[in-house]
Nanobody, 124 residues
Framework: QVQLVESGGGLVQTGGSLRLSCAASGGTFSSYGMGWFRQAPGQEREVVTAISWGGVRTYYADSVKGRFTISRDNAKNTVYLQMNSLKPEDTAVYYC?????????????????WGKGTLVTVSS
């Protein structure tokens, strides 16, 4: 059983930056594809970005390309989301996800493990 704990959320002004972290425990972190999802009020949860177990493959939603960067440190069992040039529409609860299959993380369906989320609020 893998446990995921997100941190780093908060309130930031438009154009600002935040870095989210997701610490994993209870499993072999280096064997999992990892991803970040978000859910804004009244909207469905959507995939933001994903990274394969070795970091070779990444995926980004069009809405965040060029602004967000996902990375992972397998020695620290942690995945990061660097968010730059934040916009009010980035306001959401951000969730960390893990699955043995990278494609499953990208698809956002049938993911094995989820964190509880961290709130990001971007003020205009």
């Amino acid at each position: 059983q893998v446990q995921l704990v997100e941190s780093g959320g908060g309130l930031v002004q438009t154009g600002g930056s935040l870095r989210l972290s997701c610490a994993a425990s209870g499993g072999t972190f280096s064997s999992y594809g990892m991803g970040w999802f978000r859910q804004a009020p009244g909207q469905e949860r959507e995939v933001v970005t994903a990274i394969s177990w070795g970091g070779v493959r990444t995926y980004y939603a069009d809405s965040v390309k060029g602004r967000f960067t996902i990375s992972r440190d397998n020695a620290k069992n942690t995945v990061y989301l660097q968010m730059n040039s934040l916009k009010p529409e980035d306001t959401a609860v951000y969730y960390c996800a893990a699955d043995p299959v990278f494609g499953t993380v990208v698809a956002g369906i049938g993911i094995h493990y989820w964190g509880k989320g961290t709130l990001v609020t971007v003020s205009s």
